[in-house]
């Protein structure tokens, strides 16, 4: 496998002249690199064109930051693939994508269709609210506001001050809970 040539110091140029206003250096730093940033960009977001919006935002914050880059504290090619890694990550954060498991305990799909739809008469729905009074609070207000308000996990956890996994477990806890209660 044959190494890529050594960079280090064209890179540290081009990232001088860029911090100078130098467009022509960035437009070569954008042709020697931007398939590499593309590639982890696409790593984490696996969508191709939010992969190239991020690299095309990488590019400008590596004209503004050019300035920042400091050659004691790292590698140049080091520096531009964490910009594209945390533009990458920004842009997931916003997208508010979960990753999806085929578990479907994990609630990223639901267990029933509309669980309160299939109650058939006043006695199930009394019986359903008489079993999620029952349930702890972070339990029951967890799988309110997923499946009542409609949330999303992430919104629950954004919702709740608290990490997405948390949510899902008290969601499981409770579903478990609430079907146990449901069948006595």
Request: include cysteine.
């Amino acid at each position: 496998m044959e190494r890529p040539a050594d960079t280090t110091g064209d890179h540290a140029s081009l990232l001088a002249a860029i911090a100078r206003g130098e467009r022509e250096a960035l437009r070569r730093l954008y042709a020697a690199e931007s398939r590499r940033l593309y590639g982890i960009a696409l790593a984490i977001l696996r969508d191709p064109a939010a992969a190239a919006d991020a690299v095309q935002d990488a590019f400008l914050r590596i004209w503004s930051r050019a300035g920042t880059y400091d050659a004691t504290r790292g590698e140049p090619r080091t520096w531009l693939a964490a910009i594209a890694r945390h533009v990458a990550l920004d842009a997931a954060r916003a997208r508010g994508r979960e990753t999806p498991t085929d578990d479907p305990a994990l609630g990223d799909r639901p267990v029933e269709e509309d669980p309160v739809s299939r109650l058939d008469d006043a006695a199930d729905a009394a019986r359903l609210r008489a079993c999620l009074e029952g349930l702890p609070e972070k339990n029951r207000r967890s799988i309110v506001l997923a499946f009542v308000d409609g949330f999303s996990h992430s919104q629950v956890a954004a919702r709740l001050e608290l990490p997405v996994g948390t949510v899902k477990a008290w969601i499981r806890r409770g579903l478990a809970s609430l079907r146990e209660c449901l069948a006595s």
